[in-house]
């Protein structure tokens, strides 16, 4: 599986960007992709999920929730993740990664390829 991460970049507190990660390699029916981010000096964390088939999805809690949108088009084979009214601490590299199996997690453990991350910078 080949996962290809773009559409990070600086913007201003309050703004926008939507990510993208286009997948190759394999069949994606039943499986999850998933979006991760890692700030400078902290741990990488869980941000959003989604099921290739159903497209059901699985936030984070609080950090993202209600500001993150994860989407799929299968004929893309592409995950989005629309973020809207990013914040300071919003910056990190962002990270899409493939889950084999169908289930929807947070834990980086089950996703067994990764893209090479895009960097979005949020300004204050």
């Known amino acids: 599986v080949q996962l290809q991460a773009s559409g990070g970049g600086l913007v201003q507190a309050g703004g926008s960007l939507r990510l993208s990660c286009a997948a190759s390699g394999r069949t994606f029916s039943s499986t999850v992709m998933g979006w991760f981010r890692q700030a400078p000096g902290k741990e990488r964390e869980f941000v959003a999920a989604?099921?290739?088939?159903?497209?059901?999805?699985?936030y984070a809690d609080y950090s993202v929730k209600g500001r993150f949108t994860i989407s799929r088009d299968n004929g893309k084979n592409t995950v989005y993740l629309q973020m809207n009214s990013l914040k300071p601490e919003d910056t990190a590299v962002y990270y899409c990664?493939?889950?084999?199996?169908?289930?929807?997690?947070?834990?980086?453990?089950?996703?067994?390829?990764w893209g090479q991350g895009t960097l979005v910078t949020v300004s204050s």
């Open positions: 989604i099921r290739w088939s159903g497209g059901s999805a699985f």
């Open positions: 990664a493939y889950n084999p199996r169908d289930l929807l997690t947070r834990v980086a453990g089950q996703y067994t390829f």
